[in-house]
């Protein structure tokens, strides 16, 4: 991403789910990468519609758990991602990009996390 970019986490976190919507409609289809797909597809679009959620919360807690929610998206969307990797090997090059993208939006809502709970 650039620098220059204006920061906008729900588009970000949009993007990031169409950006694993096309990786997996691009794989090959097949049992393996139908079930991982589909699990991949449905944790990385939880990201931002939690996120988003979160940003129309309630108060504070539910704040906070709509975050740690979309945190926990983005995690369980890594652990996806790490799994077509090992299923389609000849993708390993390309994963890397989409994979640093979901750390980093993991990292942000971490960050995002803390900061509400002064810590």
């Known amino acids: 991403m650039e620098n220059n970019r ?10 990031f789910g ?3 919507v096309r990786l997996c409609i691009s794989l090959p289809k097949n049992s393996i990468n139908n079930r991982l797909t589909g699990q ?7 990201v ?3 996120y988003r959620e979160a940003n129309d919360s309630l108060g504070k807690k539910d704040l906070i758990m709509r975050m740690k929610i979309a945190r ?13 990797e090992e299923a389609n090997p000849e993708l390993k ?5 989409i994979k640093r993208e979901a750390n980093e939006i993991k990292n942000i809502l971490s960050t995002i996390i ?5 810590k």
């Open 40 to 46: 991949a597809v449905g944790s990385a679009g939880s």
């Open 72 to 84: 926990k998206e983005a995690k369980e969307t890594i652990h996806w991602l790490d799994l077509i």
């Open 93 to 97: 090059d390309c994963m890397q990009d």
């Open 48 to 50: 931002g519609a939690n």
């Open 18 to 20: 169409k950006r694993v």
């Open 6 to 15: 204006k920061f906008d986490l729900e588009e970000r976190t949009t993007e």
């Open 114 to 118: 803390n900061k509400i709970e002064g």
